[in-house]
């Protein structure tokens, strides 16, 4: 009798438990996908131009100049759409906390876009950091010096990037605890 009591209690205690973790991984879907949203705008939304000489001579810098900005945008833009679908399976376990096989998916996907994630904003910035310093064995120039709005833009929207990360980092983490601790 007194066996069964504990079982019962350490069942429901399990539960909330695993409530928890599934309302948290929800505010992390929320703040990731914003994050990834705001960062891929940001990117995309990226330009400037300099007179050079005269009025009608001028030079311009977009995101679409550089391939590695353009994956950016698209990773971004590729995480952003399966977080926003994602939302519907994380509010499935808000309300059933047992459920296991759902969170495993979510965890193998979490970590496909985890990659994804990690490396468009390691390529870009690669080259935001290039943008900045320059490179002068290689005879490249910093180019921030003259595309200031440029640089600002691209390294602001890199910070979302990597806030997603550690959120998707925090989201694989949470899913193995709840599947660890389920009963």
């Known amino acids: 009798m007194k066996g069964a009591g504990?079982?019962?209690?350490?069942?429901?205690?399990?539960?909330?438990?695993?409530?928890?973790?599934?309302?948290?991984?929800?505010?992390?879907?929320?703040?990731?996908?914003?994050?990834?949203?705001?960062?891929?705008?940001?990117m995309g939304t990226?330009?400037?131009?300099?007179?050079?000489?005269?009025q009608f001579i001028r030079f311009r810098a977009e995101y679409s100049d550089l391939p590695t900005f353009t994956f950016f945008v698209v990773g971004n833009a590729i995480v952003t759409g399966y977080l926003v679908l994602s939302l519907t399976l994380s509010i499935f376990h808000i309300i059933r906390s047992a459920a296991v096989g759902t969170r495993i998916f979510l965890a193998?996907?979490?970590?496909?876009?985890?990659?994804?994630l990690t490396a468009a904003a390691s390529a870009t910035a690669a080259i935001v950091y290039l943008a900045h310093k320059g490179n002068s064995s290689a005879n490249w120039f910093s180019i921030c010096q003259q595309?200031?709005?440029?640089?600002?833009?691209a390294s602001g929207s890199l910070i979302?990037?990597?806030?997603?990360?550690?959120?998707?980092?925090?989201?694989?983490?949470?899913?193995?605890?709840?599947?660890s601790h389920h009963r």
Not at 160 to 179: D, E, P, Y
């Open 46 to 54: 990226t330009n400037e131009t300099l007179p050079f000489f005269t």
């Open 160 to 179: 979302g990037s990597f806030i997603a990360v550690v959120c998707f980092i925090l989201l694989i983490l949470f899913s193995a605890f709840a599947v």
């Open 108 to 116: 193998i996907f979490d970590t496909a876009a985890l990659g994804l």
């Open 147 to 153: 595309y200031n709005s440029f640089c600002e833009r």
């Open 6 to 42: 504990l079982e019962a209690g350490e069942t429901s205690r399990a539960r909330a438990v695993n409530r928890g973790i599934s309302i948290m991984d929800f505010m992390f879907r929320v703040v990731a996908a914003i994050a990834t949203l705001a960062s891929a705008i940001a």
